[in-house]
């Protein structure tokens, strides 16, 4: 059973930052490839980032985040974290991890960003 739990998000002004943190339990492995994605009210969900497993420094970006967020991964700790800078009221949503492409089943609870001023 996997479980993945999304921390880190807040309110913050426009041109703010966060870092958001997802730790994950179960069976992820490390050659997994993990992703972030986010839910603004009545839109589905739309990707964000994504990083490879183990041994690989791929990473791919949503063209409308591309320059202001940055994923990174620890194997040994089993979390994946998404820095995000120059923050935009359109980037106001949930954010979740998941794997690539996601599963449903692994949905967590996702973490609230709100930026406004």
């Known amino acids: 059973q996997v479980q993945l739990v999304e921390s880190g998000g807040g309110l913050v002004p426009p041109g703010g930052s966060l870092r958001l943190s997802c730790t994950a339990s179960g069976s992820i492995r490390s050659h997994d490839v993990l992703a972030w994605y986010r839910q603004a009210p009545g839109k589905q969900h739309e990707f964000v980032a994504a990083i490879a497993g183990a041994g690989d420094d791929w990473t791919d970006y949503a063209d409308s985040v591309r320059g202001r967020f940055a994923i990174s991964r620890d194997n040994a700790k089993n979390t994946v974290n998404l820095q995000m800078n120059n923050l935009k009221p359109e980037d106001t949503a949930v954010y979740y991890c998941?794997?690539?492409?996601?599963?449903?089943?692994?949905w967590g609870q996702g973490t609230q960003v709100t930026v406004s001023s």
């Open positions: 998941n794997v690539l492409p996601p599963i449903n089943n692994y």
